[in-house]
């Protein structure tokens, strides 16, 4: 273990060394030099992170950023060995679903008094309740992407079934009959299924849905404690699937296992009618959509709480180290006023927490689906796990194989609560000592 973490930090520090201008930040010249570590992999979302980094530094000549390229492939662990390292960037991209150990580890700043009360006051309190842990701000989220249905138009106007709008959308008793009208796999014959459910990790689409059937699963008592209780409501979207896949034979269960970019092959050759995705695939589908096909984006199903869903948005934080907090947190400002935002929304085929920059009408048109996401934004909560300590050890140890074999069919409801409820408060209890 003590090599392999030796080795990890070597990397870190070839990672952020080629950026480094010194150790306080500060430049030969007597400026100051702010290390950003973007995520953007996405060729458009780089070009408009690279471009407003230019355009902060043609402005601000006395504070330079320049651009570290991070990857979402191995952020935490790199993240981690920097901190520790004392080599992290100054501003730092990341997903609030990732910051719990590093806020209450010290390695973030709380950016309570750091921002601008113009940027506090333009993203909602839902979204500040993802980066809050303990009394402290840890993080800015700026874009967020609901889960929605990605549907083959022709199928379902041929169909003849309704179409679902964010006034007016399915329950999930209603989706799960309209699934199975439109396509039953195998028992039909044709190897046509009404949806794909690309579940290769399951967890936490599965919990984020449950939001709309009132699913909360974890509960924090009076004591701070957060216990698992598995009620009736957490039970609507895995037995949804699970039926979908092992009773109504509506839903393929070769594509389980699979990835939302594996499914999409299948969906444009007409193998499936819907696929639920999350808000940016669009962009690959418009790629890599064959000349002629229609497709349309159409919101979750609704349970009891309406189309609540869980996120865990992208964030922006300042290294607790970082010797010069304040210009950090003026660059995330200037990241995030409404046109800007705007940009990296477009950038990133996802949609902005701000409500200025959810004003804005080029997130507004019919094309692509962005208005249905505009309409959802709303309705986007924080995910039911954003702060439970323990939280990746319960999800790879234990829910992870539980839902997996759960939807193939291989276990039941009842053992399916036992394990995520006995086995999963376990896990917990050691981390809440």
Avoid at 159 to 178: C, L, M, Y
Avoid at 317 to 344: C, G, T, W, Y
Avoid at 417 to 429: F, H, S, Y
């Amino acid at each position: 273990m003590r090599t392999k973490r030796l080795v990890a930090m070597v990397v870190a520090l070839l990672l952020t060394g080629s950026a480094c201008t010194g150790g306080d930040g500060d430049s030969q010249d007597g400026g100051i030099t702010l290390r950003f570590q973007s995520l953007a992999w996405q060729e458009e979302s780089i070009d408009v992170n690279k471009e407003l980094v230019k355009e902060w530094n043609a402005a601000h000549p006395d504070v330079k950023v320049e651009y570290v390229q991070g990857s979402w492939d191995s952020v935490h662990d790199q993240l981690l060995t920097s901190f520790e390292g004392g080599e992290a960037p100054d501003i730092i991209h990341d997903a609030s679903d990732d910051l719990a150990d590093f806020a209450y580890g010290g390695y973030l700043a709380d950016l309570r008094d750091l921002l601008p009360e113009r940027l506090k006051s333009d993203i909602p309190q839902r979204s500040w309740e993802t980066v809050t842990f303990g009394d402290g701000v840890y993080g800015v989220p700026f874009l967020q992407e609901p889960r929605v249905l990605i549907a083959n138009a022709e199928w379902l106007r041929e169909s003849g079934v309704r179409i679902p709008t964010p006034e007016k959308p399915w329950s999930w008793d209603e989706f799960r009959a309209i699934t199975d009208e439109l396509g039953g796999g195998d028992e039909d014959g044709d190897g046509k299924y009404g949806v794909a459910w690309p579940l290769k990790e399951p967890v936490s689409a599965t919990l984020n849905l449950s939001l709309s059937t009132g699913g909360q699963l974890f509960h924090r008592g009076s004591d701070g404690k957060v216990r698992i209780r598995f009620g009736a409501g957490d039970e609507v979207v895995p037995r949804t699937i699970h039926d979908q896949v092992n009773t109504d034979g509506s839903a393929s269960s070769s594509t389980l296992g699979s990835g939302g970019s594996d499914t999409l092959p299948g969906f444009f050759g007409g193998k499936y009618a819907m696929v639920p995705l999350g808000f940016s695939f669009r962009q690959q589908i418009v790629q890599q959509a064959p000349k002629g096909f229609e497709w349309q984006v159409l919101p979750a199903p609704a349970g009891a709480d309406g189309l609540t869903q869980g996120v865990s948005p992208q964030t922006l934080s300042v290294a607790e180290d970082s010797p010069h907090k304040e210009e950090a947190a003026a660059f995330i400002d200037f990241l995030l006023q409404p046109r800007n935002m705007v940009r990296l929304a477009l950038g990133d085929w996802m949609l902005p927490t701000g409500t200025g920059a959810l004003r804005d009408p080029a997130l507004r048109v019919e094309e692509d689906g962005w208005a249905i996401g505009t309409a959802l934004a709303r309705y986007l909560r924080s995910a039911p796990a954003q702060s439970v300590r323990g939280y990746p050890e319960w999800k790879d140890k234990v829910a992870t194989p539980a839902f997996q074999e759960y939807y193939s069919g291989a276990i039941g409801l009842g053992e399916l609560r036992e394990r995520l409820v006995g086995d999963g408060n376990l896990v917990l209890a050691r981390y809440q000592r």
